[in-house]
Structures are given as C-alpha cells and as structure tokens.
C-alpha cells in the first residue's frame, strides 16, 4: 500500500528507507530543515575547512514530557548540544539530527518539533547539515528520542576547562537555577503553581563569544552548563578535576520566587535541578566584574551573580547557608526527576 503524507501517524514504513521514507524526509524534513548542505541529501556533510582546533560533541535526549512551557524537546537537542561546544569555548558551525520515532507518533507532533529544531538552529545561526531516522514498533519507545552531535571551532589560545581553575577564581552564575527542572515535573505531575514557570532553554554560544572577546585573554578559566545534577553537581565535577575547594554563599544564588516555592512544596533542593540555559564560569578575580556586566548585558543573563570563589582548601564544595552554617555539596546521588533532557 502507497503511503503518504496524509497518513496522521508515524509508520513502520517510514523507517524502512523506502518510499515512505523519502516523503517524510522531502516532505517534512527538508521542507523545514532545507539548506544547500543538508538537501544534497549525501551519506554524510563535508564542511568547509576553517582554522582553529575542532571541538566534537554528542548527546541524546528523551525528555518525558516532549512539549513543555519554554520548549520542546527539538529546542533542548539543539540548544543542549551547542551549549556543550561552547562550554569549551568553541563557536559551533553545524549539527547533525537524528530522531528514533515510535510507531503511532502523531505527525503534527513531529512537525510541531522539526519547526522548533529548525527555529531554534536559525536562531542560533547553526545548521543541522546531516541526519538519519528510524522507526521502532509501538510500545518499543516513547513517542521520539533524539539524538544530535555538533562540532565547533576552538580559538587558538582559548583553553577553557574544569582542569584550568585556579585558587582566587570567581564562580559566577548566568541567571536562576533550577527553571528546567521544576517545570518538567510539574508538567509531568499535571500540577499547576502559581507563577510563570518555564524552561530556561536557550543557547549560551553568543554570551560565551561575547565573554572571550570582551574579557583579557586567558582569564576564563572554565565554564560548565549544569544540565542534568544541577549547580551543585557540576561544582562537584570541577572540584574534582581541579583539586580546589569552591565556595559559594547561599544568599547570592540567584533562584526565582516561583521554583523555590515549587521545590519547598515538592521537597526539592534547586542546588540538585536540570538547567538548560545556564552557564558556571570561573574567572580571574581581578576580572570578575567586568565578567558579570558582560553577562548581564546578554538578554539571558540578566540575572547573573557571582557566588563564590575557589580556594586551595581540600577538592570539595562548601556552602555557606542562609543562617550563617556551612553545609558540604555532594553529587546527586539516585535520579531524583527521571528524564529531564
């Protein structure tokens, strides 16, 4: 039986490289996802060489529920995989995309994501150039997991990463933590709360650009986006690869009214929430200030504070708390909020 686009659901058949896959991919893919590179349609993209060191990543995504309030799960596969590439200071240059879709998924779904992959990759100015598809059996995934790599170009002279902390750094944070994770499981509990709650996510390549270019070359250090594990998890992280103590003061943690209300409700600590549009940047102390006015001038970092500081104490994380204590951050332990990104 011939199969078309006018089929309301995703079929075996459109896994099956055949004809109905053709039409999915010239009648959706391409129709929203269309540039020279990618509609060649070849085995794989050849880019352009460009000077600079070639950074790679990877990352997949399975987020329960696939639409919530600030995105989807096309915009978090794009950002998400920008975001890694500029936590090392890369400028990103294109994405692949590949989508595992289960049978029955409805197609306005997937076309409700393809328009958001591809508002977000024009947003961004990175193209998805390469990308496959595969449909399994109803019951055998849910609904769509997507999987994107992405690689970028290093500056010669730029080395940022957890192993370059040095002691007297400042920890900086863009903005409020926890935005992402409050509201995927509030939407998946089907709770309302009062407020506006919303996923933060967004790409931070721009800012980062911004902080290598306005900042004296070498004086950042290191930068992570705490996705999955939250803030304290990711202290944790440069901690230990940097063999340093970090502290940070409670009271400066940015943290909007309406997630600390969800977490005091849900008995959540935010220090442990998914982020999507943050960054953790270590600086030179001396130009910490200059650091947090060229964030605050971004439109997502607005809300961007300094912390804290490192220290050449023991390779741990300390928090100062609200009523003068000192409480130490471990990693996340278990999965307190399952499918997060």
Known sequence: MKHTMSQKTILLDHGSGGLAS??????????????????????????ENQPGRLAFTTDSYVVDPIFFPGGDIG???????????????????ALSLALI?????????????????????????????T???????RGKGDKIFINTSGIGLVAEGVEISASMARAGDKIILSGSMGDHGVTIMTRRAGMTLAGNLRSDSMALHTMVQKLLAGLP?????????????????????IAASSGLELEIDEDRIPLRAEVRAACEILGLDPLYLANEGKCIAMVAPEIADQALALLRAESGGKEAAIIGALTSGPARVTLKTTIGGTRIITPLHGAPLPRIC
């Not at 306005?108 to 193209?127: F, G, K, P, W």
Request: aromatic share 0%; hydrophobic share 40%.
């Open 101 to 129: 879709l289960e049978e029955g998924l409805p197609l306005t779904d997937l076309e409700r994501i393809i328009i958001s992959i591809r508002d977000a990759s024009q947003e961004s100015n990175v193209a998805i150039v």
């Open 75 to 93: 915009t978090l596969a794009v950002h998400g995989t920008i975001n890694d590439l500029a936590m090392r200071g890369a400028r990103p240059l």
């Open 217 to 237: 070359p070498g004086s950042l250090h290191t930068l992570r986006d705490p996705t999955r594990g939250g803030v304290a998890t990711s202290l944790c992280e």
């Open 131 to 137: 990308g496959d598809t595969k449909v399994v059996p």
């Open 22 to 47: 053709q039409e999915l991919i010239s009648n959706l893919f391409l129709k929203h996802l269309g540039n020279k590179i990618l509609s060649a349609l070849e085995d794989c993209a050849v880019i």
